[in-house]
């Protein structure tokens, strides 16, 4: 556990052990005359009992814990919100968007619609589903008792965190700023780049341009300096460089991938098919998909490219 005095609130970070391919998840412990958690970590035995061990070390209890703010509602953060809630008394609160997607099985009709207009194969569709099924037994459903918007603003007693929507990994996705110090959830990592999933409105049904709404994201933290306290791995300075250097990948990306849609011209699935030979793997499918589409938005939206009736992309 690294502990850092913040002026007036100590922040405390609580890593977490997660059976997903990113490793350890963050969760955080701001200690001032309320006591705010952000994020739980996933739904397991494992990582409950290194909360609890983590949470003793700090001197606090889980009863002592008033609120649970959540940058977004994947299952390594959100995992343990209804127990706290539930068993706890601790008010958790979310972004609005990211409520409304989280509930499980809500997702799957748009994504399924959405793969098969993209010419996906019909077993990897399949696959997508159970794995999302398998995330899903990672948390517990819950109610947000508060909803929390960008431009908010929370004391936690002798501190202020304004809140800022950072969305395009995921729809409502939050961040925290206060006292030189920012928890930015997944959105902003220093080895990791954050992927720009495929996600929907859940007002509309309507498909996000995550990527677009990714790089506004990267494109506002590029212009800050502090302390980031990220999703994943060891709290970082710079923000602006981090987040530069992701941009500028992406850009590099960008540039591959238009000449994969200019030498071959196709849907969603025979386009990632190309930039991932190994798209099929299960883990990977979904990420591979929401990369590809993400540039391929970029490219439609910046009239590089075409998309035809039958969902082929080509260059215009
Ligand atoms: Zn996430
Ligand atoms: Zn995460």
């Known amino acids: 556990m690294i502990t850092q005095h913040h002026e007036v609130a100590v922040i405390h970070t609580l890593t977490l052990p997660t059976p997903f391919a990113v490793g350890d998840v963050n969760a955080f412990l701001i200690e001032d005359e309320k006591i705010i958690l952000i994020d739980t970590g996933c739904k397991s035995t494992q990582s409950w009992k290194v909360l609890g061990e983590s949470l003793e070390k700090a001197g606090i209890r889980f009863d002592q814990i008033d609120e649970l703010w959540l940058t977004h509602a994947h299952p390594d953060h959100c995992g343990f ?14 972004h609005a968007h990211e409520s409304a997607t989280k509930l499980k099985g809500t997702r799957a009709s748009n994504y399924d619609r959405f793969f098969r207009a993209s010419g996906v194969d019909e077993v990897l569709i399949k696959e997508m589903l159970r794995q999302q099924r398998w995330y899903e037994t990672f948390y517990d459903d819950f109610e947000s008792d508060f909803f929390i918007k960008d ?10 965190f304004v809140v800022k ?22 959105i902003l990592l220093e080895r990791i780049s954050s992927n720009a999933l ?47 250097y992701h941009l500028s990948a992406q850009d590099r990306r960008y540039q591959s991938i238009s000449k994969v849609v200019g030498d071959h011209p196709g849907n969603l699935f025979e386009l990632t098919q190309i930039v991932f030979p190994d798209m099929h793997l299960p883990h990977n499918t979904f990420l591979c998909l929401s990369e590809v589409q ?10 590089f490219f075409m998309k035809d009736a039958d969902g082929n992309y080509r260059k215009s």
């Open 294 to 303: 993400g540039y391929l938005d970029r490219g439609e939206k910046e009239g």
């Open 81 to 94: 919100a209804a127990k706290l809630q539930k068993e706890y008394g601790v008010k958790v609160g979310m």
């Open 198 to 244: 495929l996600s929907f409105n859940p007002e509309t049904g309507e498909r996000i341009d995550a990527l677009a709404r990714l790089r506004e994201s990267l494109q506002y933290l590029e212009t800050l300096s502090g302390t980031v306290y990220p999703g994943h791995g060891d709290f970082f300075a710079n923000p602006a460089n981090t987040a530069h």
């Open 151 to 160: 431009g908010d603003r929370f004391s936690t007693g002798n501190s202020e």
């Open 165 to 186: 929507e950072l969305s395009g990994h995921s729809v409502g996705h939050l961040g925290f700023f206060g006292n030189g110090v920012m928890f930015t959830g997944d």
